[in-house]
T-cell receptor, first 114, second 113 residues
Framework: DSGVTQTPKHLITATGQRVTLRCSPR?????VYWYQQSLDQGLQFLIQ???????AKGNILERFSAQQFPDLHSELNLSSLELGDSALYFC?????????????FGPGTRLTVL | QQQVKQSPQSLIVQKGGISIINCAYE??????FPWYQQFPGKGPALLIA?????SEKKEGRFTISFNKSAKQFSLHIMDSQPGDSATYFC????????????FGGGTRLMVKP
């Protein structure tokens, strides 16, 4: 158990809908990362927050947004969902943003868009 | 642009054998190369990592070999066990403001008893 929690575990929804994925980082970790894992694209970095502030953006679609709250939990919002958004979404956390800080991954949320 | 290329996509090894997974990278700014292990239904977990100032790092049965000039690194699993059956990802990152991981495509390893 990495100490990172993600809810829900599974999510099934329809095209055009909006969903929110939630992540609670390990106790003491200030940085949160979101990754998408799909069969065709592999594991891809989406976005990172550090202590409430956005620090880096990767291949995140404009339909997707995220935020980190004062209690350090983070939410990833996916809107106008398309079939291709079906994937595993992982949250990871680390103590800080130093290059050598280990990132601990949560168990993921499996999103299915029908 | 795929900045980290991983091979093979799948690998079958007999129990007790050596599993070898290779990765090549393009961005010379990368300065940290971790390997992650992922079991079905779980998130990736850090297995072992190396910085480019060393050519090899060993932790138990797991060894990373690093060739800076060739921009390649590899994971060797000695005495492979059925419990090692998992998907392995190499990754790379550099000390920018974001500290994001760039992953290889993954290798599904099966160790036969």
């Amino acid at each position: 158990d990495s100490g990172v929690t993600q809810t829900p575990k599974h999510l099934i929804t329809a095209t055009g809908q909006r969903v929110t994925l939630r992540c609670s980082p390990r106790s003491g970790d200030l940085s949160v990362y979101w990754y998408q894992q799909s069969l065709d694209q592999g594991l891809q970095f989406l976005i990172q927050y550090y202590n409430g502030e956005e620090r880096a953006k990767g291949n995140i679609l404009e339909r997707f947004s995220a935020q980190q709250f004062p209690d350090l939990h983070s939410e990833l919002n996916l809107s106008s969902l398309e079939l291709g958004d079906s994937a595993l979404y992982f949250c990871a956390s680390s103590v800080a943003v130093n290059s050598y800080n280990e990132q601990f991954f949560g168990p993921g949320t499996r999103l299915t868009v029908l | 642009q795929q900045q980290v290329k991983q091979s093979p996509q799948s690998l079958i090894v007999q129990k007790g054998g050596i599993s070898i997974i290779n990765c090549a990278y393009e961005n010379t700014a990368f300065d940290y190369f971790p390997w992650y292990q992922q079991f079905p239904g779980k998130g990736p977990a850090l297995l072992i990592a190396i910085r480019p100032d060393v050519s090899e790092k060993k932790e138990g049965r797991f060894t990373i070999s690093f060739n800076k000039s060739a921009k390649q690194f590899s994971l060797h699993i000695m005495d492979s066990q059925p419990g090692d059956s998992a998907t392995y990802f190499c990754a790379a990152k550099y000390d920018n403001a974001g500290n994001m991981l760039t992953f290889g495509g993954g290798t599904r390893l099966m160790v036969k008893p």
